[in-house]
């Protein structure tokens, strides 16, 4: 059966002290208290990969995933880090398509179906990240933006290569706004992912899929979250810089 995964994105925060901190804090708790199988995932900005996977080889309870690659796999692309240098640390995830990214830096399916290929062809496995705007929900778009983003980000991978996405429903509306979708409202849309994915590519890949719900969750909204049927974990942004928190997500389980 599917797995169940906390991930964190840690976005644009937390210096090198303070990164180095933040997860040895998270990582201590960790390894005082018993949880569930589920797979913890953090996903700090570029300058912690090195060292956090570092750690994470000691605690082998966290995995370390960034939060971009390039499409290119090296070249003249000043500033850019490419998926090869992230796997070359030992990392082993990589978030695409965050609506952050399609926002500020007009990443948009067709360019993200290309950092798909790049990363998982240097087996980094993306947590692909799709969601609907406030305008698109009201409009009652939702579902058609979000089948449109699957089709055009992931649905070219043979069934191979897809059986290594993780997909993250992230309600544009609910990222850093304290608005939370209700859990019947996410798990609407998670089934409806799950349905799309079944039709795709054949009910053993959908049922083996983790869908991760993001937008607000927090340690007093992820246990209801987490009990839907199609919600196998959470994106967590803000929750995730506070060690606690974070870990009192895990534990909702
Ligand atoms: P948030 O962010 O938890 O701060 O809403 C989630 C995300 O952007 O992944």
Not at 3 to 27: C, H, Q
């Amino acid at each position: 059966m599917r797995k169940n995964i906390v991930a964190g994105n840690w976005k644009m925060n937390m210096d090198y002290t303070s990164g180095v901190s933040l997860f040895s804090e998270i990582s201590n708790i960790l390894s005082n208290i018993v949880t569930g199988d589920q797979e913890v995932i953090v996903c700090p900005p570029y300058i912690h990969l090195n060292s956090l996977a570092q750690l994470a080889k000691v605690n082998n309870r966290i995995s370390i995933g960034a939060q971009n690659c390039h499409q290119a796999e090296s070249g003249a692309f000043t500033g850019e880090i490419s998926a090869p240098m992230i796997k070359s640390m030992g990392v082993e995830y990589v978030i695409l398509g965050h609506s952050e990214r399609r926002q500020y830096f007009g990443e948009d399916n067709f360019l993200l179906a290309q950092k798909v290929d790049t990363a998982l062809k240097n087996y980094l496995r993306p947590i692909f990240c799709i969601g609907e705007t406030l305008e698109q929900r009201n409009g009652n778009i939702h579902f058609q933006v979000i089948k449109q983003q699957l089709e055009e980000g992931v649905f070219h991978l043979p069934k191979d290569d897809f059986a290594h996405i993780i997909l993250a429903y992230e309600p544009v509306w609910a990222i850093g706004t304290g608005l939370t979708a209700t859990p019947e409202q996410a798990q609407e849309v998670h089934a409806f992912i799950r349905k799309e994915v079944e039709t795709k590519y054949g009910s053993t890949i959908a049922n083996n899929l983790t869908i991760l719900y993001g937008g607000s969750c927090n340690p007093k909204n992820a246990k209801e979250l987490f009990s839907q049927p199609d919600i196998d974990g959470g994106l967590i942004g803000g929750a995730s810089l506070k060690a606690r928190d974070f870990v009192d997500i895990i534990k909702a389980f």
